[in-house]
């Protein structure tokens, strides 16, 4: 990972507390690289991976001087700060502990993590009032930083759909961009409730997307309702 400007600054931190780093130089010297792959295996160990989130961690201001001994045991770290919890610039505190419990070294290593999401994104540029198609999209990890707003995590959540407004190719699709339920066209109002699943056309009076409550009326009857957008085209109401 590319460091960002400023990250020099950053050495200070880098505090040996036990002898100076000079000192260790007789000694079989402790690799910076295994260094930094344990603490990404330390991090990686204290969040939570799966589908839809990955994580891209960054070692910061280590300088290459630095001269660590060699551990005879395993490394012991833990998040520095009040805060334990892992969080977007952790300091990890990594220490060799001798078998008598002696602090062998000890070492502050600034990190950059960013948590990266599943989002949908456009493969190309989209055209208001356009419909989507399995070509528009596809699925691309950004950093949660920058996913501001309703986002889809799911291509298929938003095939049908049709786009409220211009979005740009390689964007992240917003939910207020498009409308699964468009004001003025049909709907499938589904009733459920006590194991019944009654369906039955409607008319959608606003626009919604997955979660939102819009106004349809049952073609039917003529009676206008609040209903809850299921999916791309369908509504549903509790009975």
């Known amino acids: 990972m590319k460091n960002p400007n400023g990250f020099s600054t950053l050495l200070t931190v880098l505090i040996l507390t036990v002898g100076c ?46 001269k660590l001994a060699d551990c005879p045991n395993d490394l012991s770290f833990k998040v520095s700060g009040n805060k334990q919890a892992i969080s977007r610039n952790s300091t990890i505190h990594t220490q060799c502990i001798a078998e008598s419990g002696d602090v062998i070294w000890s070492l502050y290593v600034p990190t950059q993590i960013k ?25 691309e990890y950004r950093d949660t930083f920058s996913l501001r707003g309703g986002y889809f995590t799911d291509p298929s959540e938003v095939l049908g759909s049709k786009s409220r407004q211009s979005v740009s190719a390689n964007q992240v699709i917003r ?13 499938i109002i589904e009733a459920a409730g006590s194991g019944l699943r009654i369906k039955t ?8 997307t997955q979660g939102d409550t819009i ?25």
């Open 21 to 66: 780093v000079t000192s260790f130089t007789s000694r079989a010297a402790f690799s910076l690289d295994d260094l930094r792959q344990q603490v990404r295996e330390f991090i990686e160990s204290q969040v939570e991976s799966n589908d839809t989130t990955r994580w891209e961690i960054g070692i910061r201001g280590l300088d290459p001087r630095i």
């Open 175 to 187: 939910k207020r961009s498009l409308c699964q339920v468009c004001k003025g066209e049909d709907v």
């Open 115 to 139: 948590k990266l999401q599943a989002a949908v994104i456009t493969t190309t540029a989209i055209a208001s009032g356009h419909v989507l198609e399995e070509a528009d999209v596809a699925i």
């Open 215 to 239: 106004r349809v009326q049952n073609k039917r009857s003529g009676r206008k309702i609040n209903a809850v957008v299921v999916a791309t085209g369908k509504v549903q109401i509790k009975i």
């Open 201 to 208: 056309e409607g008319l959608a009076l606003n626009n919604g």
